[in-house]
């Protein structure tokens, strides 16, 4: 009976509107609901956000729930670093190099709202990798990226190791154990002029930074994470400071902020509960 019922030409249409009907009210429906639904998902995989699409893993309760409840993820703060640069009279970059790229979350809508051109697409986890390269089809934007499937450090051609975490796509940090993948430095990458560089690697920053001294001697924008915890369990932090010295710093989740230091941010960071410790900031030549 279940096979006929699958099978069945005559009721394929009346279950696909029960079931359209049905993510309409999860999608429109109260954010308590939609969040229990997607953690309840009996699927694999889902196909969610908004104005552009993503195929998601439904074991990522971070940055898959999230483009599920909201339909983007982190994607304002690449805005607010925009508008600084414009308010800045700097030009406005064409070239988007994402690394940590995940699985498109920045890269897709940056390109798909006209915020960048074109885009490099750095992504060392093998099933970020597949959910990307997907996203980049599924939004028609393969062309336009160049996907790199490798990590960022301060040595190029040695094997490092990804600690996976099982429940936050977004949380893979380099360690002394898990997958090994390759490693690579941004000096030894031919990007555009006109770049802005993006970067979200749980803590390796200092690491990536120390390996792009000729790319931030050019002046590019840089956008990136600031957990000086994560920097000092690294071993990055001294890396990371020295790579913004003489930089504008500010404060992305603080937008309308003038520049500060890196130390002043360190401060306030100590005033928020270990679990908020963190923030995104740009820094301009």
Known sequence: MPNCLQNSIALRAPLLAIVRRLLG?????????????????????????????????????????????????????????????????????????????????????????????????????????????????????????????????????????LHESLTNSGNHTISTDGIPVPSSRLDDMNFPPNSLLWMDIEGHEGHALKGAERLLATGIPVVCEFNPEFLIQSGGMNAFRRAFEGRRIYDLQVPGQSKINLEAIANKLRLRPNNLQWTDILALS
């Open 25 to 161: 009210l999860l999608h429109c429906g109260p954010g308590l609901l939609r969040r229990a639904a997607y953690d309840a998902m009996p699927i694999p995989y889902l196909v969610t956000g908004s104005p552009e699409q993503f195929i998601v893993s439904t074991a990522d309760k971070v940055i898959g729930r999230e483009l599920f409840l909201y339909g983007e993820f982190d994607f304002a703060k690449l805005q607010v670093a925009v508008s600084i640069l414009t308010r800045e009279g700097l030009p406005a970059p064409s070239h988007l190099i994402d690394v940590g790229a995940n699985i498109g979350t920045i890269t897709i809508p940056a390109l798909k709202r006209g915020l960048m051109q074109t885009a490099t697409a750095i992504e060392p986890h093998p099933d970020n990798l597949r959910l990307l390269r997907a996203n980049l089809a599924l939004n028609g934007l393969e062309n336009r990226v160049a996907v790199l499937a490798q990590a960022v450090s301060d040595l190029a051609d040695v094997t490092l190791f």
